[in-house]
């Protein structure tokens, strides 16, 4: 039974930082790519990050770029996402995903899905 477990939410004042972690079991992990999505309330689930199998290529929302990090450990099967100079507009409930495949910003485009974990920044 594939599991994703996402942690490291909370509540934080902006500027501060989080790290999320997301934690597989289950599956091959490190034949997957992963990504990070998060859904805010009254709105849609955005893409938020994306890292290859092999950790050697990422990609970011424009939102987020050059704040937030994806990183992964393959011998811990754990993905990561370092979430700095934080914002109010990024208060959601932060998700995992296992990529499947075609357009990496697309929630079609993933398969397995966490359960979430809730991020709240205080301004």
């Known amino acids: 039974q594939v599991q994703l477990i996402e942690s490291g939410g909370g509540v934080v004042q902006a500027g501060g930082s989080l790290r999320l972690s997301c934690a597989a079991s289950g599956l091959p992990f490190a034949h997957y790519a992963f990504g990070w999505f998060r859904q805010a309330p009254g709105k849609e689930r955005a893409f938020v990050a994306v890292?290859?199998?092999?950790?050697?290529?990422?990609d970011y929302a424009d939102s987020v770029k050059g704040r937030f990090t994806i990183s992964r450990d393959n011998a811990k099967f754990t993905v990561y996402l370092q979430m700095n100079s934080l914002k109010s507009e990024d208060t959601a409930v932060y998700y995992c995903a296992t990529y499947r495949s075609g357009t990496f910003e697309e929630e079609a485009s993933y398969g397995y899905w966490g359960q979430g974990t809730q991020v709240t920044v205080s301004s």
């Open positions: 890292i290859s199998w092999s950790g050697d290529t990422t």
